[in-house]
Nanobody, 124 residues
Framework: QVQLVESGGGLVQAGGSLRLSCAAS????????AAWYRQAPGKQRELVGS???????IYADSVKGRFTISRDGVKNTVYLQMNSLKPEDTAVYYC??????????????????WGQGTQLTVSS
């Protein structure tokens, strides 16, 4: 059974940094394409950034220059490095992955697997 397990969330002051991890379990599962989403209280879930199989990354305008997505193929893990955090970054962060698609973009249905979410709270 494939699972995506996120970790690294927590409470941080504005201007601080944090790194989230999303590890995939399941011996035959490869995160071909992946993404990070977030959902703030009372708001719709939004795409933070998506990663193609070839390594191309597309970021939401709200996080460009501050957030970085990366992947460790050996560990089958995707990371979200978040710098210069703002209170408006407070949300539950989810990772999503698909084992077959080169690029899944912002279409939720393209991702077959989702993590359970990890809370980030940025204090002002």
């Amino acid at each position: 059974q494939v699972q995506l397990v996120e970790s690294g969330g927590g409470l941080v002051q504005a201007g601080g940094s944090l790194r989230l991890s999303c590890a995939a379990s399941g011996s035959t599962f490869n995160m071909n394409s992946a993404a990070w989403y977030r959902q703030a209280p009372g708001k719709q879930r939004e795409l933070v950034g998506s990663l193609t199989s070839g390594g191309t990354i597309i970021y939401a305008d709200s996080v460009k220059g501050r957030f970085t997505i990366s992947r460790d193929g050996v560990k089958n893990t995707v990371y979200l490095q978040m710098n210069s955090l703002k209170p408006e970054d407070t949300a539950v962060y989810y990772c999503a992955a698909d084992p077959t698609r080169y690029y899944s973009g912002s279409t939720d249905a393209n991702y077959d697997y989702w993590g359970q979410g990890t809370q980030l709270t940025v204090s002002s």
